[in-house]
């Protein structure tokens, strides 16, 4: 099913209805400021592997991010020094993922790994949802796939391809193809590990 909702006014009973739906173990797949992702709730076990399965990645491995909707939200699932703060603090919401050690509040589902990649994008909607959610949502950018670019930026194909496999497409407008800034802050010092849309600051 697809969604059409406007970023700059996200429509607050819709918004409502995608939180429910993530309640009830749904899966979306929504805009970012970066490129489209499949979503879940981070407490959606079965969710998260289905997820991580439709993107054939091993679940150990597989490289899936927290959206969060604010600082608090994000200290609550992970561990971060005042230069991590003071650094997210300036970029977010903007197109980053920061790699954090997880706080023993991750779910169990969660518990195997160590680190927790955090989104925080520069797009209502999706802030909105989380925000109407409660938690943070489990995400991971759709494919990219060089010869069927429009699949991953137009909401209209990218139904056409994965909606007999979610229960909701949100048409937020034409996505990107650029990716987001992975910035590791789990070292001594914060270390960018892949270039994407945004400049650190």
Same mark, same amino acid.
Do not use: N
């Given at each position: 099913m697809l969604l059409k909702l406007y970023e700059d006014n996200p429509n607050p009973v819709q918004i409502r209805h995608i939180a429910e739906v993530?309640?009830? &173990? &749904?899966?979306?797949?929504?805009? =970012?400021? =970066?490129?489209?992702? /499949?979503g879940c709730n981070i407490f959606n076990a079965a969710g998260v592997e289905f997820i991580a399965k439709l993107k054939e990645h091993d679940m150990r491995k597989a490289n899936l991010s /927290?959206?969060?909707?604010?600082?608090?939200?994000i200290s609550e699932y992970a561990k971060m020094d005042d230069v991590d703060f003071k650094l997210m603090k300036k970029n977010l919401p903007g197109p980053f993922t920061f790699i954090l050690n997880g706080s023993s509040k991750l779910p169990k589902l969660f518990k195997n790994k160590k680190t927790v990649g955090i989104r925080m994008p520069k797009n209502s909607i999706a802030l909105a949802i989380v925000h109407e959610l409660g938690n943070p949502m489990m995400a991971s950018s759709i494919f990219t796939d060089e010869k069927t670019t429009e699949y991953i930026t137009d909401p209209e194909l990218i139904e056409e391809k994965y909606g007999n496999q979610v229960d909701l497409v949100i048409d937020g407008g034409m996505g990107r193809l650029i990716h987001s800034t992975i910035v590791d802050c789990t070292g001594d010092e914060p270390e960018i590990v892949r270039v994407g849309a945004g400049d650190l600051v």
């Open positions: 993530l309640r009830h &173990g &749904g899966i979306i797949i929504f805009p =970012t400021d =970066t490129v489209y992702a /499949f /927290f959206v969060c909707h604010e600082m608090s939200q």
